[in-house]
């Protein structure tokens, strides 16, 4: 009978059918677990001038290891957070170390910190940003959102207010992977960026013929026309930091000019820099 076979369907399919969503659903009950008791943490990697090699900026990229997982990327649990609703107080809870890190830094230079589209969606965004900066006393001119086109930013009304309200604020927002796969020039002309990310992928082809230099050439004219900074993200090599110099382009961030580090390796080279006020 029916009931029969259907109890006989579920045993047969369950194992392989959900063998992924089994996996995704251990993934977030670890995730949830971990920001619960704070145990992610956050690496920087220094954002750079492209002529003198001074730092401009940091970025702080969230970092994950799980008892029995072990390190897990965040190309992996982020999108899980997404899914879950966990990007929220995953979100809060980086920002919010981001900020106070800087101000234990007593950085002067922008602290660039990576949000969904979704937490910029969330009604409660702004206000959770405003918090952050009051707690730590940090300025929002020390403050960089870096925002990843997806699920049709320029389409939302409410991204679009959120993001003019922390304008208001005074905080930079700069667009992610511009020039990756789903980026849309329409976010760049629609909303309220300041500065945009080229994407890495743009570097992979180019050689030392400017033949292969083209489209970063074409995108960094419209990144000029529209007035706004640009930062050359996945600069590896040294022809590849060549070519961005040669093109004009001012920021670079790669694993040539400094690698994410933890922050006891960050302070350590801190220490050497100019990125930081002098104590007083
Ligand atoms: P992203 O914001 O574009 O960050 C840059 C990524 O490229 C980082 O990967 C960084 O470690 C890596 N990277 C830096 N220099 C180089 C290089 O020279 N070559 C190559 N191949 N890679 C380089 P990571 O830390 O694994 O983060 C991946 C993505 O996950 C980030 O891309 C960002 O979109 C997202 N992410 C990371 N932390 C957070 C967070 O706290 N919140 C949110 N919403 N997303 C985050
Ligand atoms: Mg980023
Ligand atoms: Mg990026
Ligand atoms: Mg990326």
Known sequence: DIKKAGKH??????????AEAQARLQTETRLRAAIM??????????????????WLGLEALARWTDAD???????????????????????AWVLN?????AAAWTLRVPMAVNVSPLQIVHPEFVDIVAQALDRYGMSPQLLKLEVTERLGLHESVLAAE???????LGVTLSLDDF??????????????????????SLLANVTDDPASWQVLGALLALAR??????????????????????????????????????????????????????AN
């Open 179 to 200: 020039g990756a796969g789903q980026s849309a020039v329409a976010s760049l002309l629609e909303l309220a960026f300041q500065e945009v990310k080229l994407d890495r």
């Open 9 to 18: 369907a579920v045993c047969f399919y369950e194992p392989i059918m959900n």
């Open 69 to 91: 997982l072990g390190v897990v990327s965040p190309d992996e649990f982020i999108p899980v957070a997404e899914e879950t609703g966990l990007i929220m107080p995953l979100g």
């Open 97 to 101: 170390e981001a900020c106070r890190q």
């Open 37 to 54: 008791r704070q145990t992610l943490t956050v690496h920087y990697q220094p954002q750079v001038d492209v002529i003198s090699g001074h």
């Open 162 to 168: 959120s993001m003019g309200r922390l304008r208001s």
């Open 225 to 278: 026309g529209l007035n706004l900074s640009v930062v050359m993200e996945g600069v590896e090599t040294p022809l590849q930091l060549h070519v961005v110099r040669t093109l004009g382009c001012t920021v670079a961030q790669g694993y040539l000019t400094g690698c994410p580090s933890p922050p006891t390796e960050m302070a350590q080279l801190l220490a050497f820099g100019s990125a930081t006020r002098p």
